[in-house]
């Protein structure tokens, strides 16, 4: 993760895929969290879905 806001559920990977908090189906997104998922075309640019938190 690029960075995270815990406030608002939500923020965007390196790569700048969009990731929401109701997306994450395992472990606790963090900045700097790294992550598997899978991308899916979002509203206004890809968005990460089945996103699991690896450490």
Do not use: Q
């Given at each position: 993760?690029?960075?995270?806001?815990?406030?608002?559920?939500?923020g965007?990977?390196v790569?700048?895929?969009?990731?929401?908090a109701?997306?994450v189906?395992?472990g606790?997104?963090?900045s700097?969290?790294?992550i598997?998922?899978?991308?899916?075309?979002?509203?206004?640019s890809?968005?990460?879905?089945?996103?699991?938190v690896?450490?």
């Amino acid at each position: 993760m690029k960075w995270f806001n815990d406030a608002k559920g939500f923020g965007f990977t390196v790569c700048g895929v969009f990731v929401h908090a109701r997306n994450v189906i395992s472990g606790e997104l963090r900045s700097g969290s790294r992550i598997c998922f899978d991308v899916k075309e979002g509203g206004k640019s890809p968005e990460a879905v089945n996103v699991k938190v690896i450490r």
